[in-house]
């Protein structure tokens, strides 16, 4: 499809395990984000690339975070040595950014409800 | 205090009836401005700008007063099908002409019959 993929759709896995969250954004997007959203709330800014450039990182929440965007258009988000406390849904978005018309809406992928056990 | 602020509802509302969602933010630097519906257990999807001048798309009416740094949302002849969180999204512009969207928590519209 045309959208933002991600997978795994859902995602279980036991209290100090690592994991890793996929993203395939929109074909020509150059702006890629990952939100992290708890159940009854808006999504958080965690980290966001231009091309295969990670600008801003500043809403991982900590050094077990990571993520990387190596050829530009693939992301991945990983979370080393998991925590009950990162049990979230994960979310991809992009968005074509450049030119004289700045500031895009986002497009967001469906998700990865990660839960850890 | 939050960046972005909603009334987290619940609004119950009547099938046709009229319902205004407000969200306030902080950085007075805010650049652009959306609203997103996401459905129970759904991505966010966009619903649709915001413009200083407002603007109307069907039965939803968008506002934006800078000066007293709100938006707004207005839904006219609620449909059953509108019941979903409304998500207030503000933008604060990276030197990469990409927006940093800052997320409200979310207004939840619940339309029955």
């Known amino acids: 499809g045309a959208g933002v993929s991600q997978s795994p759709r859902y995602k279980v896995a036991k209290r100090g395990q690592d994991v890793a969250l996929r993203c395939d954004p929109i074909?020509?997007?150059?702006?890629l984000f990952w939100y992290q959203q708890a159940l009854g709330q808006g999504p958080e800014f965690l980290t966001y690339?231009?091309?295969?450039?990670?600008?801003?990182k500043s809403g991982l929440p900590s050094d077990r975070f990571f993520a990387e965007r190596p050829e530009g258009s693939v992301s991945t988000l990983k979370i080393q040595r998991t925590q009950q406390e990162d049990s979230a849904v994960y979310l991809c978005?992009?968005?074509?950014?450049?030119?004289?018309?700045?500031?895009?809406?986002?497009?967001f992928g469906d998700g990865t409800r990660l839960s850890i056990l | 205090r939050k960046e972005v602020e909603q009334d987290p509802g619940p609004f119950n509302v009547p099938e046709g009836a009229t319902v205004a969602f407000n969200c306030t933010y902080s950085?007075?630097?805010?650049?652009?401005f959306f609203w997103y519906r996401q459905d129970c257990r759904k991505e966010p999807k966009l619903l649709m700008s915001?413009?200083?001048s407002g603007n109307e798309d069907g039965r939803f009416t968008a506002q934006l007063n800078r000066a007293s740094q709100y938006i707004s949302l207005l839904i006219r002849d609620s449909k059953l099908s509108d019941s979903a969180t409304y998500l207030c999204?503000?933008?604060?512009?990276?030197?990469?002409?990409?927006?940093?969207?800052?997320f409200g928590d979310g207004t939840t519209l619940t339309v029955k019959p």
């Open positions: 978005a992009s968005s074509w950014s450049g030119g004289t018309y700045s500031n895009q809406p986002q497009h």
């Open positions: 074909s020509g997007h150059v702006s």
């Open positions: 690339f231009q091309n295969e450039a990670q600008l801003d």
């Open positions: 950085n007075s630097a805010s650049q652009s």
């Open positions: 915001v413009y200083s």
């Open positions: 999204v503000v933008n604060s512009l990276y030197n990469t002409n990409a927006g940093k969207s800052t």
